[in-house]
Structure formats: structure tokens, C-alpha cells
């Protein structure tokens, strides 16, 4: 029981953070320091209102080259110039290269971040670059393994779909969609995700969503009512309850029938497929749409092109340009170190020609539906490319200065926020980390970073501490 004296302190004159924790270490009120240290952020916690509902991030992985996309550098010496030239966008004073050409007609929509970097070495490879941006927590910062920020949503908010989980990745079968975590958090925070080659493939389903035929008669039905009355029996913890969340979660998906539609592209026009572009990646961002129109509050789309026989040789089709990166076709072409293998180059339409057709398709769809004013769309990649072209005419991994896009729940179309240098090379004006990028993220859905979650043993993790939201997009 807290005493009147403390409580009308709080209300009235809110104690400091250290007083705080003095009172919970010397045990005047009878309360843990977890307990403390909560009660202090809830004194002091700024949250301001949501102006977000649900997240739909776009990740092209594999470290997009920001020189040659979102910030042109016409004015770089020749021999590491790209051959992009910079394009006029509906915005003035904003430039694309012309790689962008659709993208340029929705710039009226979307922020641009030209400053992200790392302020700390590190993170500068694929899999813990990955980490990196999936967290918003740089990996080397904790000795905790930090869960993604879909699924500290996840655990915080839930979702108001019942029906599909809560944080989703499409597909999620590629090698870096590994490096998702739920670090300390119960098993229901885990990311969905829904597999797939080829999500344009017409035969394309999600394996084990549709109920098999025998248990069509009710015993599916009358298996979930013996576990719910099972439940009270067994003791409770975080993990029962994380299996209690994906056991629930299971039947919902295989009895409710918007599962199947939520997931059907076969339902959509042809016109609309056709706006989003053939192939796969279309297919993936179109999606992401299904997915947030059928309210999952948090969704990846981590799409690389598929092997087939229109692309020989693209075996992995993703942005680590480390060999030719303005190859027409392959980049595997001699002189090649291999680090860039499996790849096409940036110009090709399963490349960024796929990326700026469905890009621009998704933020006016999503805004022509009325989803775009609660739905925070970020455009994101682990890093950036360096300024200069290597000896085999790629370029290499750069964690100095690299751009993400932002569009939707409130976020003021036209921006163009930070700078870099005049190569690309280092930011120059308002430097921003994926930790700046996280706690917009928890600021944008009205999520108190002032409040800590807990690991299994009680101990409050504070989860959005390294970086403030970056205020341009609130």
C-alpha cells in the first residue's frame, strides 16, 4: 500500500529519479527498485497521443547505395560519380536520380533522411547490421539480445486483428530474415513470417493456414475449448503465456475465414497487381497493404527478387553491390571479387526499377484508402554504399551516411531532413541513428519509452534510451 503522503508528492510535486530509487533501495514504502524505476518513468513519462495505428516497414536489405537512389551527388569527381543523373520531383528543391521516376511523382507524400549513419563501429556487415535496424539497438550495446521493434510492439500493444498475428514479416525466408529476435520477451512477440518464393506464383499459399479435411467435423473446436479449460491448471509464467498467445493465435488462423482472404492476392484486380508491378516484389509490398488493411499493427516486407529463368546467375538478388554495380544484367561479369555474386545491377527492373514502381504504388494506395494518415511507412536499409567505386566498379558496405524514407501517421510529406557531404560520405547536418529511428517509431504509436519492460527475472529494460524521436517526422 502507498502511503497518502507519497501519493499526493507524485500528483502534485513529482519526485526526482534518484529520490526514487533511493526510496525503493532503502525499502521506506516496502517496494522493489523494478517497481520504483517503473513508477518514476510513469511520473515523468511523455508519451504524446498515437498518430500512428499500425507500422509497415519496408526493408531492402542488403545495404541500398544512397548515391545512387535518394541523394544524388552530381558534383563528386567523375571516376566515382554515379551515372544516375539527379531528377526534378514534385517537390522543389528535391531530387531523386532518375532511378526514382515514379517515386519522384509521390515526393509530396514522403520524408526523406539523408543523415542516418552509425555512431559507434560495428553493425557493418549484414547480419548485425540487420539486427541493428530490426531493433533500433545497436548489437555490441548490450549484453542483452535486444527483441525487433515489431516485437516490443508486439508485446506492448497486441493488435486489434485477432485473427493474424501481431508483428508479421513477408516474406521472411531470406538469410537476414534469421537475425530477427524476441530477445527477453515471452514466445507470442515472435514474428510471423509467410514464407514464399515467389509471392506472384498464382500457386502461392501459406502452408498450414487452411484446416485439413479430418478436422473438419469440430474436433478442432472442441480441442481449443479442452485447453482453455486446461489453462487454469497449469501454472502461469511468461512462456505458458506466450504459448497460450500462439495457441490462440493458431486457431484463430485456421478457423476464421479472413485469414485466408487477408492473405489471397488472387483477390485483388488485375489492374491493381498490375500498378504494383509484376513479379515478386509488387507482390510483397501489395501484401504488406492486405496485411495492414486487415489491421496487424506491425508489418515487414523484406523482399529480394527469386532465382528463375528470367534472371540467370541472380541468386541473390539484394543491395551488396560490392562488383559492378551498374552491370546491365549480372554483376558477375570478369574481374568480379565474388563478394557481389547472385546480384543484377541497381538499374535493372528486378532491382530498383521493381522498388520505385511498387514503392510509389503503395503510399498512393495506401493514401487513396485512407490508411496512410494511421500508418507509418518506413523505408529502410542496414547502411548505405561508400562514395567511392572499388577496383571491381561496386561499392562497398558504409555506415558513415545513408538515407531512409518516412511517409503516413502525420509525417509532413516534401521533407528532405539532414545532409550529407558533397561525395555522400559523412553526414554533415542533423546526424540521426536506427536508435532515433526507433523511439519515432514507439513516439509515433504513442508508446511510453519513459516506462521499462521486464525481462523473465524482473529486471526493467528501458528500451528506447539511445536516441530521442527525430522530431521533423512528429
Known amino acids: 500500500m502507498i502511503p497518502r503522503w507519497f501519493q499526493k508528492r507524485t500528483d502534485a510535486n513529482p519526485i526526482t529519479r534518484r529520490t526514487a530509487i533511493q526510496l525503493g533501495i532503502t525499502g521506506v514504502l516496502g517496494i522493489s527498485l523494478p517497481e520504483c524505476l517503473a513508477m518514476t518513468a510513469r511520473a515523468s513519462g511523455s508519451a504524446r497521443p498515437a498518430a500512428a495505428k499500425n507500422v509497415l516497414v519496408i526493408l531492402e536489405q542488403g545495404g541500398l547505395s544512397h548515391i545512387d537512389t535518394w541523394d544524388p551527388k ?22 531523386f536520380t532518375e532511378l526514382l521516376p515514379h ?102 499459399i501459406i502452408q498450414g493456414i487452411v484446416p485439413r479435411s479430418e478436422l473438419g467435423d469440430g474436433r478442432l473446436t472442441e480441442r481449443h475449448r479442452l485447453s482453455s479449460a486446461l489453462t487454469p491448471i497449469v ?28 492473405f489471397d492476392l488472387k483477390r485483388e484486380p488485375r489492374s491493381m497487381r498490375d500498378r504494383y508491378g ?28 527469386p532465382l528463375n529463368a528470367e534472371t540467370p546467375r541472380g541468386s541473390n538478388l539484394n543491395w551488396d553491390h560490392h562488383d559492378f554495380i551498374y552491370a546491365d544484367q549480372t554483376c558477375e561479369l570478369p574481374g568480379a571479387t565474388g563478394a557481389g555474386a547472385g546480384r543484377y545491377g541497381i538499374g535493372h527492373w528486378v532491382m530498383m526499377g521493381s522498388v520505385d514502381r511498387a514503392y510509389a504504388a503503395l503510399i498512393e494506395d495506401l493514401d487513396q484508402r485512407g490508411l496512410l494518415a494511421e500508418t507509418l511507412v518506413c523505408f529502410v536499409s542496414e547502411f548505405g554504399r561508400t562514395p567511392r567505386i572499388n577496383r571491381s566498379q561496386g561499392r562497398d558496405h558504409w555506415t558513415h551516411a545513408y538515407s531512409m524514407v518516412f511517409a503516413g501517421a502525420g509525417v509532413r510529406g516534401g521533407q528532405l531532413i539532414g545532409r550529407s557531404d558533397r561525395d555522400g560520405g559523412y553526414v554533415i547536418e542533423h546526424p540521426l541513428t536506427p536508435e532515433n529511428y526507433a523511439s519515432t517509431v514507439y513516439e509515433k504509436l504513442g508508446i511510453d519509452r519513459g516506462r521499462p519492460i521486464y525481462t523473465p527475472n524482473n529486471r526493467p529494460v528501458f528500451f528506447a534510451h539511445g536516441g530521442e524521436p527525430i522530431p521533423q517526422l512528429l
Open 74 to 95: 552530381p558534383e563528386t569527381i567523375s571516376e566515382h560519380r554515379s551515372p544516375y543523373r539527379p531528377i526534378a520531383t514534385r517537390v522543389p528543391d528535391m531530387r
Open 103 to 204: 517515386t519522384a511523382r509521390i515526393a509530396d507524400k514522403i520524408a526523406v533522411v539523408r543523415s542516418f549513419h552509425h555512431a559507434r563501429g560495428g553493425a557493418d556487415a549484414h547480419p548485425n547490421g540487420t539486427q541493428y535496424i530490426l531493433s533500433g539497438s545497436h548489437p555490441a550495446a548490450s549484453s542483452l539480445s535486444m527483441p525487433d521493434i515489431g516485437s516490443i510492439v508486439s508485446h506492448i500493444q497486441g493488435s486489434e486483428c485477432r485473427y493474424l498475428p501481431p508483428y508479421i514479416m513477408v516474406p521472411g525466408n531470406h538469410e537476414q530474415a534469421a537475425e530477427t529476435r524476441t530477445g527477453f520477451l515471452p514466445a507470442g512477440t515472435r514474428v510471423f513470417k509467410t514464407g514464399g518464393r515467389d509471392l506472384s506464383d498464382p500457386a502461392w
Open 235 to 262: 501454472p502461469a509464467s511468461s512462456e505458458t503465456l506466450g504459448m497460450d498467445r500462439f495457441y490462440d493465435q493458431a486457431f484463430d488462423m485456421l478457423t476464421s475465414p479472413r485469414v485466408s482472404a487477408a
Open 278 to 305: 509484376s513479379g515478386h516484389r509488387g507482390s510483397c509490398y501489395l501484401m504488406g497493404r492486405k496485411l495492414i488493411e486487415s489491421g496487424v499493427r506491425f508489418v515487414t516486407v523484406d523482399a529480394r527478387w
